[in-house]
């Protein structure tokens, strides 16, 4: 049986797209409150909130830069004043530009690790408030596989989701007196949609499964991270690869 989340609150940020779109969708279906942030993808935002109101689910949709403090605050009181608190955040709104070593400049650098990083700090800053009132609150980060494993594209990335790791475990320490929780997600490749690849017939070296990723497997272990199953669990991160890291 499906952990229930009936009762409980979410804010889910980057739920306009991929990863995100499939967290917001499952925490509704399992009976959240559902608060979909997006930035620049209110269409995507638009479509989460019609498949969620599809099947009867509670949610809104919520702007915001996560790079920016104010704007922030301002989405977490929002979405707190509609939905009746919070006690579940998920941090996954990030920035992917695949921009070689030598290439990037000091401009994108601050935007990557502004959205990817700080921005998940400066989230949790304004969730926390609110869970420390009500002593529980969930907060699940998401990084990535390549928080550990180097790429050969994109060195900032990774270091963003290097750190995503430790400001989850640092976390975990800080907030435990309140009942809240922090842990991290690191998927490996996802089909998010934005490319095919080899997505059909992916290289079983690679891909011991024989697939990649889709964003319900991620969404269904956010699920189980957010239940009350869980209230033992801190300071973890989880890899949702296929098994792609062994290889």
Request: proline share 6%; net charge positive.
């Given at each position: 049986m499906s952990q229930s989340l009936i009762g409980k609150s979410a804010l889910v940020t980057g739920a306009g797209t991929g990863i995100g779109k499939g967290i917001a969708i499952e925490l509704a279906k399992r009976g959240a409150k559902v608060a979909i942030h997006y930035n620049a993808s209110e269409a995507g935002a638009k479509d989460t909130q019609h498949q969620i109101e599809e099947f009867g689910g509670l949610c809104m949709t919520v702007q915001a830069d996560v790079a920016d403090r104010e704007h922030i605050f301002r989405m977490v009181d929002t979405s707190a004043a509609e939905l009746g608190g919070i006690d579940i955040l998920i941090n996954n709104a990030a920035l992917q530009l695949n921009i070689h070593w030598f290439d990037y400049t000091e401009e994108q650098y601050d935007r990557v690790m502004n959205i990817n990083l700080k921005g998940y700090w400066q989230c949790m800053q304004a969730v926390i408030p609110y869970m420390k009132k009500q002593n529980f609150g969930r907060i699940i980060n998401i990084s990535s596989v390549h928080g550990k494993?180097?790429?050969?594209?994109?060195?900032?990335?990774?270091?963003?989701?290097?750190?995503?790791?430790?400001?989850?475990?640092?976390?975990?320490?800080?907030?435990?007196?309140?009942?809240?929780?922090?842990?991290?997600?690191?998927?490996?490749?996802?089909?998010?949609?934005?490319?095919?690849?080899?997505?059909?017939?992916?290289?079983?070296?690679?891909?011991?499964?024989?697939?990649?990723?889709?964003?319900?497997?991620?969404?269904?272990?956010?699920?189980?991270?957010?239940?009350?199953?869980?209230?033992?669990?801190?300071?973890?991160?989880?890899?949702?690869?296929?098994?792609?890291?062994?290889?």
């Open positions: 494993r180097p790429t050969d594209f994109d060195a900032v990335y990774c270091m963003s989701k290097g750190g995503i790791k430790m400001l989850g475990r640092e976390s975990a320490i800080e907030l435990a007196r309140y009942g809240i929780t922090v842990n991290t997600i690191a998927p490996g490749a996802i089909d998010v949609g934005k490319s095919r690849q080899s997505h059909s017939n992916p290289n079983p070296k690679k891909f011991p499964l024989g697939r990649v990723g889709l964003p319900a497997d991620v969404a269904a272990l956010a699920c189980y991270i957010a239940s009350d199953e869980t209230s033992f669990m801190t300071g973890s991160t989880i890899r949702v690869d296929g098994a792609g890291m062994l290889m």
